[in-house]
């Protein structure tokens, strides 16, 4: 039987990657990674996903590494959280240095030691303007060096690449206990008891439900705010 | 100014590296990983050739990991530390999983968050038999995958990977105070006062100097140990 290991945060987009899999004949188990994040709310929604589903979860905690990770408002309280819509300038400062590399290698690790076949991660379409390390060109190198990495192979997979979130939540919605386990899923960047409903993924996770035509569980703060936010203008060349 | 981050393990491989870099007209600092090893002997090495070279030094905890490593007679303490040459079949349990693309990718966030230009590392050609994740089929689509991981691009330097430990020891030998730092390294997988002598990196220290035929200053518990092991056949294909 086919192994693999899920990168879980919580949010929406690997917990219906960890319910897609599970409908696979797969052994599936979800490594959740604390990097140092402003707030553990989403690990806490891995950790219940998992228990839901009865899957084995391990949490990496990286959160030493806090002190190398500067100026980023997921790990720098300096920093603060923006609000508006997540493809703006403004967003880069969410990005969290190299974050993606470093989830892959704890996993990677993880798979060489228990001999599992891949690591699945849930990047899509909508991340790549804002996180570079979401770009093909990222992910086409690093799948690579995880194959090459040890005598035995790990295979990346990244199945959501080439759709958007829209779609996420499309496919998380036909999948059995999908509404729920979107449902316990969280997104937030302030790490409240509701989502607030302002910051950049509160206001993806909003539009791709209103996108999707599916009924968003999820409890905002400020639900109607996504609607007064646009993507902004793709950058043209000079 | 270049700037460049090494990975200085405080083995005899980085320590030179280290010095080698500072002799060129560049910003450098030194980045220890802590990965739940046996013993930390060789990071209060690193950290001391820093002190004496006057190089800012950070050490990245990464021991929580530990649990995920499995398997390693590094992390592991229910694996012994074999004894013999370095590139023996029963060295492979001395391979911690992943290591190199761990450690790669804390000094690619710190890189991307201080805007650093280059990260360098020791990997030699002595070291591919062993380790999978020293082969040019690793290093090279990492380093691409580094250089995408963000918009700031940082660059892998790895200017052991074609010459031989022996090569490591006479170009330390040439360098200004290279004879002090070779000495201020430390190697071995047992941890103890004194270099082993017997276990695999013990072994291929003591061949490399003799093999450079520059004069080993390294306290080693039984130093003649090395004279007795040589290098297995290479495989032949079947």
Chains 1, 2 share one sequence.
């Not at 990244?158 to 729920?180: T, Y």
Request: aromatic fraction near 6%; glycine fraction near 6%; proline fraction near 4%.
């Amino acid at each position: 039987m086919k192994s693999s290991i899920v990168i879980l945060s919580g949010g929406l987009d690997s917990s219906v990657l960890l319910l897609s899999l599970l409908t696979q004949a797969r052994s599936v188990r979800a490594l959740s990674i604390n990097y140092g994040q402003r707030h553990s709310r989403e690990l806490e929604h891995a950790a219940l996903i998992c228990k839901t589903l009865g899957v084995e979860h391990r949490t990496a905690d990286l959160s030493a590494l806090r002190p190398l990770l500067a100026g980023s408002s997921q790990t720098d309280d300096t920093v603060a959280v923006p609000h508006g819509h997540y493809a703006e300038e403004t967003m880069k400062v969410t990005v969290v240095p190299n974050r993606n590399m470093l989830m892959l290698s704890v996993a990677t690790a993880w798979a060489i030691s228990t001999k599992t076949d891949s690591v699945a991660y849930g990047a899509h379409a909508g991340d790549h303007a804002q996180y570079p390390d979401c770009r093909e060109e990222f992910c086409q190198p690093l799948a690579e060096a995880m194959a090459n990495a040890d005598w035995h192979r790990v295979a990346l997979e990244r199945p959501f690449l080439a759709i958007s979130k829209a779609d996420i939540v499309r496919l998380g919605n036909l999948l059995p206990g999908g509404p729920e386990i979107m449902a316990e899923s969280y997104s937030c960047y302030e790490g409240g008891e509701y989502h607030c409903g302002r910051c950049g993924t509160c206001v993806e996770r909003a539009q791709a439900f209103a996108e999707a035509g599916v009924v968003d569980r999820t409890l905002y703060k400020d639900y109607d705010y996504w609607k007064t936010v646009t993507a902004p203008a793709p950058a043209t060349a000079a």
